[in-house]
T-cell receptor, first 112, second 113 residues
């Protein structure tokens, strides 16, 4: 059973702080890694993708991948109340079917 | 640019009634299409995926079925709904390789009473 594990939270951080979200996965053949943001009652929105070990930065977001440890993380710098949402980690194999496995998500609450 | 739409957005159905959710993608051709379900407070569960017209693969045995009558149209159906079918249903599309990114529609919230 291929699994993606996330701490359910809630993770509470003050406005302006760095939020750190973590994810582990079981399938060593995984080649693609994604972070989605889901506001309450809405559909998931893709915010970051990463495919190789190391860091990838996009604005206030940094994704980190360590395939040896089967670990993916998302850092959100200068957290804003509008970042309050559930963050879903998704993992897949780069094949023609592209079936992503999702974690249950971590709920982030940014308080003023 | 590519867009994906699904409807209806919300529906309340009695146990034993039929179901039809529809999804269409615009701005691309031959996409991979997916149906996911999200139960309250839980992760996304892949139900069906399709890599082409008439090609449907099921991930979880259940009383749901899917069809792809046209390249950019994906339909989720049931002949008789169960209470356990309640949830948030999400249609998604992907090009598959080389990026593997998945893009979701707005979702359909189903409550079975």
């Amino acid at each position: 059973q291929k699994e993606v594990e996330q701490n359910s939270g809630p993770l509470s951080v003050p406005e302006g702080a760095i939020a750190s979200l973590n994810c582990t996965y079981s399938d060593r053949g995984s080649q693609s890694f994604f972070w989605y943001r889901q506001y309450s009652g809405k559909s998931p929105e893709l915010i970051m993708s990463i495919y190789s070990n190391g860091d990838k930065e996009d604005g206030r977001f940094t994704a980190q991948l360590n395939k040896a440890s089967q670990y993916v993380s998302l850092l959100i710098r200068d957290s804003q109340p509008s970042d309050s949402a559930t963050y879903l980690c998704a993992v897949g194999r780069m094949d023609s079917y592209n079936k992503l496995i999702f974690g249950a998500g971590t709920r982030l609450a940014v308080h003023p | 640019s590519q867009t994906i739409h699904q409807w209806p957005a919300t529906l309340v159905q009695p146990v034993g009634s039929p179901l039809s959710l529809e999804c269409t993608v615009e701005g691309t051709s031959n996409p991979n299409l997916y149906w996911y379900r999200q139960a309250a407070g839980r992760g996304l569960q892949l139900l069906f995926y399709s890599v082409g017209i008439g090609q449907i693969s099921s991930e979880v045995p259940q009383n749901l079925s899917a069809s792809r009558p046209q390249d950019r149209q994906f339909i989720l159906s049931s002949k008789k709904l169960l209470l356990s079918d309640s949830g948030f249903y999400l249609c998604a599309w992907s090009w598959g390789v080389p990026t593997g990114e998945l893009f979701f529609g707005e979702g359909s919230r189903l409550t079975v009473l």
